[in-house]
């Protein structure tokens, strides 16, 4: 399995509660998207599974160990991972979990045990289920069935049902530094250069998955395009609208969710450098673009116009001797 890189506060604590033996029922994985959530959680299933006496630290399991193959395999009996299913198309994901889908956990809890001491349960990502889901998912979480851990990927925690959120341990996963990014994308991309990547150290924010997704994009051509409309701003909506066209063609569906992720997140790192009226405009700028680009994914809004306003949203922020510049 891929090695994890960092978060070795939230593999510790783990730990901790799977050697003394009162390993907490439910444990909420919550951070931002990319940063490694998911891998911790399939690692850790597959420690509780694997466990029997062992001692070593961390979650590694050799590939080797039967526990291992089996998981590899898809076919281990006390595991279940729930996610969003292709849609009959195939080429795209449902919107979400449905609840049919967390109902079918019945089949693992109304059975012993049948490989290991315990039964994993993995939702990725919790985010996803639709509203019948969650609560059918929550009588499992007040009710716990015996010898059963949760391990819910969350990257919205405070979207989630607070009746949810207070029945889980919450591991709090934080953006990785540039070492442990480099480690871990060296790890995913073993024919990579080193000068690509440092690249996507750069681009990826802490995010090794994002940096990845982000790979053949030409992020560096949309960071352009972005910086200028926050440098000069785009007084004939000439700049926003090519952008918004170019990004909304299906096959530019990637390179839309780069724009999605990024465009806040530049305004924000502008409004660090601002001062006073212009600093409480950029953060009200940026409250509103990590709206629109929440919404977005959640709704799947138009992105032609998702784009046009969120880029000018950017070239709200330029000032207006940089205007007169221009």
Known sequence: MTPLCGHDGAVADFRAG????????????????????????????????????ATASGLDIPDEHPMARLVAAGSHPD??????????????????????QVRGLQRLFGTTTSMSPWRAVVIDSIDDLERNAANALLKNLEEPPPATVFLLVSHSPERLL????????????????????????????PDAEDEEIAALVGIGQGAPGRAIAFRGLDIAGLDRAMAELVREGDATNARRSALAQ????????????????????L??????????????????????????????????????????????MLAALALPDEKEAA
């Open 18 to 53: 799977l050697d003394s033996g009162r390993l907490h029922h439910a444990w909420l994985l919550a951070g931002p998207s990319g940063i490694g959530k998911a891998l911790f959680a399939d690692k850790a299933a597959l420690r509780v599974l694997a466990q029997g006496g």
């Open 79 to 100: 595991l279940m991972r729930l996610e969003r299913l292709p849609r009959e198309s195939g080429t795209e994901l449902a919107r979400s979990i449905t609840v049919d």
């Open 162 to 189: 607070p009746t949810i959120r207070s029945r889980c341990r919450v591991l709090r996963f934080a953006p990785l530094g540039p070492d442990a990014m480099a480690s871990a994308l060296r790890s995913a991309l």
């Open 246 to 265: 170019g990004l909304a063609l299906k096959s530019a569906q990637p390179r839309y969710e780069a724009f999605l992720a990024r465009a806040p997140a």
């Open 267 to 312: 305004i924000a790192a502008t409004a660090k450098g601002r001062r006073g009226a212009a600093l409480a405009e950029a953060l009200a700028l940026w409250e509103r673009a990590t709206a629109l680009a929440g919404s977005a994914r959640r709704l799947s809004l138009d992105p032609q116009s998702t784009v046009f306003e969120l880029a000018g």
